[in-house]
């Protein structure tokens, strides 16, 4: 089992930026791949970014490449997304998820019915 509490959510100005982190608790962080999805008001959730278990493969949606950056630190059970050149059609709660690759230190994942464990939520905002 894992729990996941996201942080650093608030409402910034288009152009500006931003950074959201997710901590897991428990000792098996590193045996995780992890995710940052998006919901905004009325719209489905959607993929943002995701990271392998080293950390060494990223994949990112379309929208959001070259502007955010998702990144993890195992020592401290810590994933980041890292979100510059905010635009108002970024806002959103952004949430994290887990999911557990047994083997695989290389694999990213997209669909959100492939993770196993999600956030309550980070609410994100970015005025015009």
């Known amino acids: 089992q894992v729990q996941l509490v996201e942080s650093g959510g608030g409402l910034v100005q288009a152009g500006g930026s931003l950074r959201v982190s997710c901590t897991a608790s428990?000792?098996?962080?590193?045996?995780?791949?992890m995710g940052w999805f998006r919901q905004a008001p009325g719209k489905e959730r959607e993929f943002v970014a995701a990271?392998?278990?080293?950390?060494?493969?990223?994949v990112y949606a379309g929208s959001v490449k070259g502007r955010f950056t998702i990144s993890r630190d195992n020592a401290k059970n810590t994933v980041y997304l890292q979100m510059n050149s905010l635009k108002p059609e970024d806002t959103a709660v952004y949430y994290c998820?887990?999911?557990?690759?047994?083997?695989?230190?290389?694999?990213?994942?997209?669909?959100?019915?492939?993770?196993?464990?999600w956030g309550q939520g980070t609410r994100v905002t970015v005025s015009s």
């Open positions: 428990g000792r098996t962080f590193s045996s995780y791949a």
């Open positions: 990271i392998s278990k080293n950390g060494i493969n990223t």
């Open positions: 998820a887990a999911k557990l690759v047994p083997v695989s230190l290389y694999r990213t994942y997209f669909a959100a019915s492939d993770y196993d464990y």
